[in-house]
């Protein structure tokens, strides 16, 4: 299975914050950019005022799961920030799922099956 293609440097994050679309739901906020490339690069992005470490490490986990076993619902070509919100704490996977693919079909990229 292939490594998680991810954003790492907080000049990708800030280019995908000018220039990308934005959607947002009560738990998590989307932000998306062509990247012309053949492959998605997802970012994650979870604030202190989510919860403390443990708290965001978990969101972190549960968000690159999801979009991890979604892979090959997303078109490709993406570079995708996820933004988690405050009632992300009370959440479980299903909700995470629920939230997350909401955003995806709201930017037109996910492949209904």
Known sequence: MRKFHSLKKN???QRVYRQGRSK????FVM???ENRAGENR???SVSKKVGNS???HRVTRV???VMRLHREDVEVGYDIVIVARKPAIDSGYDKY???LLHLLK???IYKDA
């Open 54 to 56: 443990v708290v965001r």
């Open 11 to 13: 000049k990708e994050f």
């Open 31 to 33: 932000l998306i950019l």
């Open 42 to 44: 997802i970012g994650i």
């Open 97 to 99: 799922e629920r939230a």
């Open 106 to 108: 709201l930017h037109h």
């Open 63 to 65: 968000i690159r799961e």
């Open 24 to 27: 947002a739901n009560r738990t």
